[in-house]
Every structure is written in C-alpha cells, then in structure tokens.
C-alpha cells in the first residue's frame, strides 16, 4: 500500500490469508522489500491472489494449495513450487497429497515437470524436517 493510502477491505482480508499461509516471516520479508516500483504488485497480489482467490470459502487451504503446488510445477515455477511446499505446513496439505498433486503433473504435463518438482519438494520438505525457513 501507498503512504497517503488506506488499505481496501480486500487488501487487508488477503494480507491475513497470505500471512496464514506463507507465515509472517516470508511476508514480512516480501513487504519490507517492496519499493515504489514494485508496490503496487504487492498490492495487486495481496489483494487478488491472496484476498480474492486464497480467501474464497468453496475450497480448502488444502484443496488450494494442492491445486497451486500442480501448477506451479506443471509451469516451472521452481521457487514458488519451493514456497507452496513449505507453507503446507500451514494449509493442512500432507507429503502424501503433495505426492498426488505431483502424479497428476506427471501424467498431464510430462514427466520432465514432475521428475524437476519432485527434486524441489523433497528438498523443501526435508529443509523443513530440519527446522529450516
């Protein structure tokens, strides 16, 4: 958000959900390195991805972060696959359904995809395992 701005209802739901999710360490990193070039990105993620999308009530944090994890992997998406699997933690999404989730890349778009997303998760899992961030 802007200085001279108030936070849209919007914004604020989506930067709960977003803190929920991705904690408030990654968060708080991502927003305090934000500047007046990329701010209103931010505004625009938190606000979209995080108050529209991540704060609907038709699915679970689970169901979605299953859903993101896919995606994200089947488009290459290497750190944010990385980031999706940790926030699990807080979405309630099992190493087994991230393993489905990785199946279903697998068989819809190519192994390559999920062989590399495979790598990433078991590396994110295991930092994690060993209290890393």
């Known amino acids: ?3 001279n701005a108030a936070p849209s209802e919007r914004y604020a739901k989506g930067m709960a959900t977003r ?18 070039f990329d701010q209103p990105f931010q ?12 704060s609907g009530t038709h699915w679970t944090k689970r169901e979605r972060s299953m859903v993101t994890i896919a995606l994200l992997a089947a488009l290459g ?3 944010e ?28 778009a190519g192994v390559p995809a999920a062989n590399h997303a495979f790598r990433i998760a078991k590396l994110a899992l295991a930092e994690r395992r060993a209290g890393g961030a």
């Not at 803190?19 to 007046?36: E, F, I, K, N």
């Not at 505004?43 to 991540?54: C, F, M, P, R």
């Open 1 to 3: 958000m802007t200085d």
């Open 19 to 36: 803190r929920s999710v991705l904690g408030d360490a990654h968060v708080d990193r991502a927003s305090a390195g934000a500047t007046p």
């Open 43 to 54: 505004t625009l993620i938190t606000e979209s991805a995080w108050g529209t999308v991540w």
């Open 77 to 79: 998406h290497d750190d």
């Open 81 to 108: 696959v990385a980031m999706h699997v940790r926030a699990t933690v807080n979405t309630g999404a099992t190493e087994e359904d991230i393993r489905e989730a990785l199946m279903h890349v697998a068989v819809y």
